[in-house]
């Protein structure tokens, strides 16, 4: 208990420092910012701040990034509520209950809702990762490079296998991620891989660039001809005509509970995330709902549910991050790609190595929620203003930002190069109904499951059975191909109920 | 031929998997491969390439009726290129002119990539946005990026 009390004291003295109260509120204010605005995602943002970074210290850099991630996901439900817009891509659940609420002319309530509920489910996050992460750390200081496989591909199947619905798709997409991970030199034999005679390509392809050129450029580009915005449904937005009646909290309570630990699940979950989360709790609430009629025409718990889960997830996504350096999301890769570029390795060793940087970001997690709560409830109509900013004035100085901040990482303009070439691959992909993110999962984790891969089997004399042979690999091992037969029953029974339809008909 | 057309989309993606895994295989080919004890360069890759080429194939026996992802309009076509052609002019231009000149042009480009940006607006928007970055970056963070 004393020990809690130091590590917090610990955080508190980081995150409460001038700077440390600075760099949060920055990123929770950018955060929001960027997730009220529909067109500008997270990645973007933070490869225009990725130039700031290097320049401070780590722990205040991350404490800044992680707020964007976390402030985001408070503002992303602002335009899904008035607009029926997502600001982000984990928004689009709440405006499904969200908007016929502002239609109903109770925007404010709805907008009210969710800012509780993304700080409820916020906090539980952070408290299971206050609780979690330390312990979890110390299992995986004893983890060999067997487990780590085990890990990694568990990591890799959920991402391709959960909530995507096209799983083969994923699973190909997962493949070529790693593949693309393997590019430079390979540091066993010194073999310069898939580099085409390309020296720039020796030290493999730019993160940053990759994620960006993935998730952003496709944004931009989608968005780019858009013409005005729809019409703002945002009435009168004050704090007093805000406030929920009786009735919308006591319907919101558990609805928020339930949300809070679905979230929670997911976003530890290395490869799932807040986006599954979002679906599976809303889903959930229509189900467990007295009367499920409601939800879609305006029901506060399809508002309040998603959106606990989705701060939930954000915050919990943190604890595989943190305790094993394995990233559940993009967002979560681009955070241990700048722990590298500070010299820190992630691992289970960054907890012990840096109790500073694990308890501060902790403790600013907490002072930046309560942050987010002033900013998006006494301070809404400011958000809901900044929704009338013309967009084509917008998108050409993020195109601007964009350049500079990917170019600033290495001053190689290969790397813009390399932004667009996967900006067309994000295209190509769209355009084929692949997703993006376990593409970038594969990108990642694909040096480091060759490594492990490779270590395991000179450890066991080349015996492939060591993977099943040690308890914790095996069981990871289990639970890899329950996901794996669970999907592919799940399949065949839906093309059997499709047959029968055919046939019915 | 009319089973091929309804299942294009998946039938596609199937075919590019494929694609992919084989140029993978065929790439990894000229690396060592090793034994399963002492793994050589070429044996990961190798396996990936093959589990793309099952994979595609996997697609395109399971393919279900549907068609490719999105159509694109011509004002989608005309904003894709300007876009592109506004990284273009940051990748030529930056190194030679430095931030000032690369901005503008890129900002300017951009700007153009919506049909309702009027050209004086764009030209506006260009030059203040070069200011602004040169400010922002050359001399409040102090990058490593020359001015002009």
Not at chain 1, 75 to 93: D, E, R, Y
Not at chain 1, 354 to 364: E, H, M, N, R, Y
């Amino acid at each position: 208990m004393s020990s809690l009390l130091s590590d917090i004291a610990l955080g508190l003295s980081v995150a409460a420092s001038p700077s440390g109260l600075m760099y949060c509120f920055l990123g929770v204010f950018l955060g929001t910012f960027v997730g009220v605005l529909p067109g500008i995602g997270i990645m973007a943002t933070l490869a225009m701040l990725l130039p700031i970074t290097y320049h401070i210290e780590p722990t205040f850099a991350l404490i800044m990034l992680a707020g964007i991630y976390y402030g985001a996901s408070y503002g992303g439900s602002t335009a899904s509520i008035l607009l029926n817009l997502p600001g982000t891509a984990t928004s689009a659940v709440t405006g499904l209950d969200g908007y016929p609420m502002a239609q109903q002319g109770r925007a404010g309530q709805a907008l009210f809702m969710t800012a509780i509920a993304s700080f409820i489910g916020s906090i539980f996050g952070v408290i299971l990762l206050a609780g979690f992460a330390v312990p979890l750390s110390r299992v995986a200081l004893q983890f060999g490079p067997q487990e780590y496989v085990a890990l990694m591909t568990l990591g890799l199947v959920a991402a391709a296998v959960i909530g995507t619905g096209r799983s083969i798709r994923s699973l190909a997409a997962v493949a070529l991620g790693l593949a693309l991970g393997l590019i430079g030199l390979d540091l066993n034999s010194g073999v310069a891989r898939f580099t085409f005679g390309q020296t720039v390509l020796y030290d493999g392809l730019p993160l940053v660039a990759v994620a960006l050129g993935l998730f952003g450029l496709p944004e931009i580009i989608a968005n780019a001809g858009r013409r005005e915005l729809p019409k703002v449904l945002s009435g009168t937005i004050r704090l007093r005509n805000m406030l929920p009646t009786r009735e919308d909290w006591r319907r919101s309570a558990m609805p928020m509970a339930r949300g809070s630990g679905i979230g929670a699940f997911f976003g530890a979950l290395p490869g799932t995330g807040g986006l599954v989360a979002t679906f599976v709790s809303y889903a959930l609430e229509r189900r467990v709902s007295k009367h499920p009629e409601e939800f879609g025409n305006g029901a506060i718990e399809g508002v309040a549910a998603p959106e606990a889960a989705n701060n939930a997830a954000v915050q919990a996504a943190f604890i595989p991050t943190l305790s094993l350096g394995i990233p559940g999301d993009p967002v979560m890769a681009i955070m241990l790609g700048v722990m590298m570029v500070h010299g820190i390795l992630p691992g289970p060793g960054v907890i012990q190595s840096s109790p500073d940087l694990f308890w501060g970001l902790i403790v600013s997690f907490v002072l930046g929620n309560l942050m987010l709560l002033v900013l998006n409830l006494p301070l809404v109509g400011l958000w809901v203003r900044l929704l009338k900013i013309p967009y084509n004035l917008l998108f050409p100085v993020i195109v601007a930002f964009t350049c500079i901040g990917i170019y600033s990482v290495n001053n190689q303009v290969t790397d813009i190069i390399v932004l667009v070439a996967f900006g067309l691959l994000g295209l190509g992909m769209r355009a084929l109904k692949f997703e993006a993110s376990p593409l970038l999962l594969g990108f990642v984790l694909g040096p480091m499951i060759e490594e492990h891969f490779r270590r395991a089997l000179i450890v066991s004399g080349g015996n492939l059975g060591t993977f099943v042979e040690r308890p914790i690999a095996a069981s990871l091992f289990a639970v890899v191909a329950l996901i794996i037969l669970l999907a592919v029953g799940a399949n065949l029974w839906m093309m059997v109920r499709a047959r029968g339809q055919v046939k019915d008909a | 031929m009319q089973f091929v057309k309804e299942r294009l989309g998946d039938i596609v993606a199937g075919l590019v998997t494929s694609g992919v895994g084989l140029f993978i295989v065929t790439e990894a080919s000229s690396y060592r491969l090793g034994t399963l004890l002492r793994m050589g360069p070429g044996y990961f890759p190798r396996l990936l390439g093959v589990v793309m080429v099952l994979l595609g194939l996997l697609m395109i026996v399971t393919a279900r009726p549907g068609g490719l992802g999105i159509s694109v309009s011509r004002g989608q076509w005309r904003s894709t290129a300007l876009l592109g052609a506004a990284f273009a002019a940051f990748v030529l231009t930056i190194e030679p002119l430095g931030m000032l000149a690369a901005v503008s042009v890129t900002v300017f480009l951009a700007a153009m990539a919506n049909d309702r940006t009027p050209l004086t607006t764009a030209l506006v928007l260009a030059v203040l946005t070069a200011i602004g970055c040169t400010l922002l970056f050359s001399v409040a963070l102090g990058l490593q990026i020359k001015a002009f």
